[in-house]
């Protein structure tokens, strides 16, 4: 298993360019969502999405847009880069249901900066 | 809605020392807690969990945490502390039920003197 993955790993954009930040899970988890850390914050729930066709917003989802047509891919997209969205976005999945084995597994990161 | 506070924002010890980690959360039912660590760079390795049951859990890496209701804390303790441990530590708190959609603090950065 590669477990998730995260593409690209760095990634600099000029204010008002918009991109896609890609992530996949090969573990058939229900559950993925993208989160960002910044510096002194922790990290912070984005969107989220608990099976295909099915999203939901979290703590900060301004400025950015996420779809579910597989299982297995969640990207982030960002319409309209803004400095504030400056970061390092991590995409995270898990089992929909509970259960003392279920846990969140992490990508490996995309480090984001807008200029 | 649920939140967790990590009252430490940097903490320094000495390598074979002790270590605790604070962390407090605020859950209106029976939470999920889990320790997770990041080392610089790198992204976010759990370190233990709660769900249920015995309040002292067990992780990785001699690792340990206990779960205070009454206090509504949950801990992170190791015995003695090698200089690999230096790394960001993260609690973070989930809806009883699942491991999703979970609320992390705002981490602790341990450094450890030789």
């Known amino acids: 298993n590669a477990g998730v993955t995260q593409t690209p790993k760095f990634q600099v954009l000029k204010t008002g360019q918009s991109m896609t930040l890609q992530c996949a899970q090969d573990m058939n988890h229900e559950y993925m969502s993208w989160y960002r850390q910044d510096p002194g914050m922790g990290l912070r729930l984005i969107h989220y999405s608990v099976g295909a066709g099915i999203t939901d917003q979290g703590e900060v989802p301004n400025g950015y847009n996420v779809s579910r047509s597989t299982t297995e891919d969640f990207p982030l997209r960002l319409l309209s880069a803004a400095p504030s969205q400056t970061s390092v976005y991590f995409c995270?999945?898990?089992?929909?249901?509970?259960?003392?084995?279920?846990?969140?597994?992490f990508g490996p990161g995309t480090r984001l900066t807008v200029l | 809605a649920q939140s967790v506070t990590q009252p430490d924002i940097h903490i320094t010890v000495s390598e074979g020392a002790s270590l605790e980690l604070r962390c407090n959360y605020s859950?209106?039912?029976?939470?999920?807690l889990f320790w997770y660590v990041q080392s610089p760079g790198q992204g976010l390795q759990l370190l233990l969990k709660?769900?249920?049951?015995?309040?002292l859990v067990q992780g990785i890496k001699g690792f340990e945490a206990e779960f205070k209701r009454s206090q509504s804390s949950f801990n992170l303790r190791k015995p003695s502390v090698h200089w690999s441990d230096a790394a960001e530590y993260f609690c973070?708190?989930?809806?009883?039920?699942?491991?999703?959609?979970?609320?992390f603090g705002t981490g602790t950065r341990l450094q450890v003197t030789l």
């Open positions: 995270a999945s898990s089992y929909q249901t509970g259960g003392e084995n279920n846990e969140q597994f």
């Open positions: 859950y209106g039912a029976t939470p999920y």
């Open positions: 709660y769900f249920s049951g015995d309040t």
């Open positions: 973070a708190v989930g809806p009883g039920g699942t491991a999703s959609k979970l609320t």
